[in-house]
T-cell receptor, first 112, second 114 residues
Framework: SQTIHQWPATLVQPVGSPLSLECTVE??????LYWYRQAAGRGLQLLFY??????ISSEVPQNLSASRPQDRQFILSSKKLLLSDSGFYLC???????????FGNGTRLTVT | AQSVTQPDIHITVSEGASLELRCNYS??????LFWYVQSPGQGLQLLLK??????LVQGIKGFEAEFKRSQSSFNLRKPSVHWSDAAEYFC????????????FGPGTSLSVIP
């Protein structure tokens, strides 16, 4: 069966520090991969999605970036974090057969 | 551009009462629609989805949703709410090439009174 791993579960970082969140999927190949952010008390904002290695679609211009160095690995990065980057970050995957999204357990990021 | 609206930010119902959560979408083609539920501090769990076929879709936990193309709506219903249904509910639409882009609504927070 397919599983999605997202880490770390919680992270506290100072303003101006770099960020790297990693997400990996097991048990499937060539998935679509997604990064969402959920600010406190708000909905899910689509940040990036990828339909293949090296293919990244950015939905919101900001100081975050995403990379997909391997088929089942999706990384969210920032060179310098802002206070407004705080939130709950969720990685998700879906198959190519119009299947629904499957979410990881999320990373709670607090920028201080 | 694609969008999803959920008009109700917060809803409170009594246990055993019926529930309807509203969802409206904006998309030029036939959409791929979902409802997800999120418990506090957790990831999202799929309740049900609609892609084609019967416009009344059954999901897990006794939920159902009806797709109405004329109203651009996909409302979620449950005939009798349980206290454990208290959570955040999100409607989402898959759009774009192969429905790759999945946009979520702002969510509706459900509280259940015992």
């Amino acid at each position: 069966s397919q599983t999605i791993h997202q880490w770390p579960a919680t992270l506290v970082q100072p303003v101006g520090s770099p960020l790297s969140l990693e997400c990996t999927v097991e048990g499937t190949s060539n998935p679509n991969l997604y990064w969402y952010r959920q600010a406190a008390g708000r909905g899910l904002q689509l940040l990036f999605y990828s339909v293949g290695i090296g293919q990244i679609s950015s939905e919101v211009p900001q100081n975050l970036s995403a990379s997909r160095p391997q088929d089942r690995q999706f990384i969210l990065s920032s060179k310098k974090l802002l206070l407004s980057d705080s939130g709950f970050y969720l990685c998700a995957w879906r198959g190519r057969d119009n299947s629904p999204l499957h979410f990881g357990n999320g990373t709670r990021l607090t920028v201080t | 551009a694609q969008s999803v609206t959920q008009p109700d930010i917060h809803i409170t119902v009594s246990e055993g009462a019926s529930l309807e959560l509203r969802c409206n979408y904006s998309y030029g083609a036939t959409p791929y629609l979902f409802w997800y539920v999120q418990s506090p501090g957790q990831g999202l769990q799929l309740l049900l989805k609609y892609f084609s076929g019967d416009t009344l879709v059954q999901g897990i936990k006794g939920f159902e949703a009806e797709f109405k193309r004329s109203q651009s709506s996909f409302n979620l219903r449950k005939p009798s709410v349980h206290w454990s249904d208290a959570a955040e509910y999100f409607c989402a639409v898959g759009a774009g090439t192969s429905y790759d882009k999945v946009i979520f609504g702002p969510g509706t927070s459900l509280s259940v009174i015992p």
